[in-house]
C-alpha cells in the first residue's frame, strides 16, 4: 500500500503517523499542505492530528483551504481511501468529505488520557482488523472533540452502519458517543482518538495495530 501523511503548520501526531503505516508494511511519502498534488499511484491519504494553523477561525477550518486538501477530496471522490485522525478528522468535516462538526468538548477542557472505545462495525477496510463490539483502548488528546450532528443525520449515520467507534464513557460529549464516522462509500473514516499513539507496547497499548495492519492488508490481497 502507499500511503501520503499529510503535514500542515501546526501538525505534530504526522511522524506518528507514518511510523504507524510504516511499521504496518505502507510505502509512506509525507506531503507538505502547499504541495497542489498528492504521489502517483497513492492508495491512502492520512491527515494527522495536531493544531493546524493554531486552530485560529475554527479548528481544521484554514487546513481545509490548503492546495492540497482540493487533491484529498478528489482523491476520495476517485474511490480512494482517507484516514482523518483529531484535527485530521476536523479538517475531513470542514472539507465535506465527512458530515457534522467537532465543537467544544462540552467540559470546556483540555482532554489527555487514554479511553476505551467500542467497535460497532468491522464493515470497512479500517474496522475489518477488529471483531464488532471489541472494546479497545486509544489515547484522546483534544479541546474540540465534541462530534455533532443534527437528529436526521445521526439516524442516517446509525441507519446505514457508518458509525466505526463509539467512546465507553464520552469524554466529550459527543452525540451518541461517538468517536469515529465513515463516509458513505465507507472509505474515508474521521476518528477522534489516535490509533497511531496505541501501535507500541513502550507507549502503554497496541490496539492501535489492528487498523494499520488490517487496513494494509487490504490492498495486499487486492
Same mark, same amino acid.
Given at each position: 500500500?502507499?500511503?501520503?501523511?499529510?503535514?500542515?503548520?501546526?501538525? #505534530?501526531?504526522?511522524?506518528?503517523? @507514518?511510523?504507524?503505516?510504516?511499521?504496518?508494511?505502507?510505502?509512506?511519502? !509525507?506531503?507538505?499542505? &502547499?504541495?497542489?498534488?498528492?504521489? $502517483?499511484?497513492?492508495?491512502?491519504?492520512?491527515?494527522?492530528?495536531?493544531?493546524?494553523?493554531?486552530?485560529?477561525?475554527?479548528? /481544521?477550518?484554514?487546513?481545509?483551504?490548503?492546495?492540497?486538501?482540493? @487533491?484529498?477530496?478528489?482523491?476520495?471522490?476517485? /474511490? /480512494?481511501?482517507?484516514?482523518?485522525?483529531?484535527?485530521?478528522? +476536523?479538517?475531513?468535516?470542514?472539507?465535506?468529505?465527512?458530515?457534522?462538526?467537532? !465543537?467544544? #468538548?462540552?467540559?470546556?477542557?483540555?482532554?489527555? &488520557?487514554?479511553?476505551?472505545? &467500542?467497535?460497532?462495525?468491522?464493515?470497512?477496510?479500517?474496522? $475489518?482488523?477488529?471483531?464488532?463490539?471489541?472494546?479497545?483502548?486509544?489515547?484522546?488528546?483534544?479541546?474540540?472533540? #465534541?462530534?455533532?450532528?443534527?437528529? +436526521?443525520?445521526?439516524?442516517s449515520l446509525r441507519d446505514a452502519d457508518r458509525i466505526a467507534f463509539t467512546y465507553a464513557e464520552n469524554p466529550n460529549g459527543s452525540v451518541g458517543a461517538i468517536?469515529?464516522?465513515?463516509?458513505?462509500?465507507?472509505?474515508?473514516?474521521?476518528? !477522534?482518538?489516535?490509533?497511531?499513539?496505541?501501535?507500541?507496547a513502550g507507549h502503554g497499548g497496541t490496539d492501535g495495530q489492528a487498523l494499520f495492519r488490517g487496513l494494509v492488508a487490504q490492498f495486499a490481497t487486492a
Open positions: 500500500m502507499r500511503a501520503a501523511v499529510v503535514v500542515f503548520p501546526g501538525s #505534530n501526531c504526522d511522524r506518528d503517523m @507514518a511510523v504507524a503505516l510504516r511499521a504496518a508494511g505502507a510505502d509512506v511519502t !509525507m506531503v507538505w499542505h &502547499k504541495d497542489a498534488r498528492l504521489p $502517483e499511484a497513492v492508495d491512502l491519504v492520512a491527515v494527522p492530528g495536531g493544531f493546524s494553523f493554531g486552530d485560529y477561525l475554527r479548528c /481544521g477550518a484554514i487546513a481545509a483551504r490548503s492546495p492540497i486538501c482540493t @487533491a484529498i477530496v478528489a482523491h476520495a471522490e476517485r /474511490g /480512494g481511501y482517507v484516514l482523518g485522525v483529531c484535527n485530521g478528522f +476536523q479538517v475531513l468535516t470542514e472539507t465535506g468529505l465527512l458530515p457534522g462538526a467537532l !465543537m467544544r #468538548n462540552t467540559g470546556l477542557k483540555f482532554i489527555c &488520557k487514554t479511553v476505551d472505545l &467500542k467497535v460497532e462495525t468491522t464493515e470497512s477496510a479500517f474496522t $475489518e482488523g477488529y471483531r464488532a463490539g471489541d472494546t479497545i483502548a486509544y489515547p484522546v488528546a483534544h479541546h474540540d472533540g #465534541n462530534y455533532t450532528v443534527d437528529p +436526521q443525520t445521526l439516524e468517536a469515529g464516522v465513515l463516509s458513505e462509500n465507507r472509505r474515508v473514516l474521521g476518528l !477522534m482518538p489516535h490509533p497511531e499513539r496505541a501501535v507500541d
